[in-house]
C-alpha cells in the first residue's frame, strides 16, 4: 500500500518534448525526449536538477497528451523539439510507486480513492518522476516512480 501525501509545491523550469502518443509507443517517446532534451541542455550549458519526469494531460484513452523532459537549472531556448515549459506550483497529492510501470494503474486508482475520502478533488494533469534508471536497475520490482497529482483548485499546468 502506497502512502500519500498532500505537499506545496513550488514552480519549476522544466525543458520538455511534447506529443499525443499512444500508450504502447511511451518508451519509445520517452527515450527519444530524454536524448533530445539532454543534448539541448548539454548544446546551452544547462544541467537538470532533477529526475526525469513525463506530464500528462488528461487520462490516456488509448492515447495521451504528454511532455517528458527535465527540470532545469536555467532557462532553455525552443530548439528542434525541445521547449521551455514550467511544472506548476501549488497543492498535490504525492506517493511513490515501487514497480514495473504497467502496474501504476493500482497505485493511481488507490491515490484517487484516497483523495476523494480527504475531499480533495484532483486536476486533469500529473506528472511521474523517475526516480530509478531501469537501465542501471534492470529489476522493474525495484523501480521508483514519484507520482505527483495536482489538486484541481491549484493545478495550473504547462501549456
Known amino acids: 500500500m502506497s502512502a500519500f501525501e498532500l505537499r506545496d509545491l513550488v514552480e519549476r523550469p522544466v525543458?520538455?518534448?511534447r506529443a499525443t502518443v499512444a500508450i504502447g509507443d511511451l518508451p519509445v517517446f520517452f527515450e527519444r525526449a530524454f536524448h533530445a532534451v539532454g543534448a539541448v541542455m548539454s548544446e546551452q550549458g544547462v544541467h537538470p536538477v532533477g529526475p526525469p519526469f513525463g506530464f500528462y494531460r488528461g487520462m490516456p484513452d488509448p492515447d495521451v497528451d504528454v511532455a517528458a523532459g527535465f527540470p532545469v537549472s536555467g532557462p532553455i531556448v525552443a530548439s528542434g523539439d525541445v521547449i521551455p515549459d514550467r511544472l506548476p506550483g501549488g497543492h498535490a497529492v504525492?506517493?511513490?510507486?515501487?514497480?514495473?510501470?504497467d502496474r501504476m494503474d493500482a497505485t493511481y486508482e488507490a491515490m484517487g480513492l484516497w483523495m476523494a475520502g480527504q475531499g480533495i478533488e484532483g486536476d486533469t494533469t500529473m506528472w511521474e518522476n523517475y526516480l530509478s534508471d531501469p537501465s542501471v536497475e534492470p529489476?522493474?520490482?525495484t523501480w521508483r516512480t514519484e507520482i505527483v497529482w495536482p489538486v484541481a483548485a491549484q493545478a495550473a499546468s504547462t501549456r
Open 15 to 17: 525543458a520538455v518534448v
Open 94 to 101: 504525492v506517493t511513490v510507486h515501487v514497480g514495473p510501470f
Open 139 to 141: 529489476d522493474p520490482a
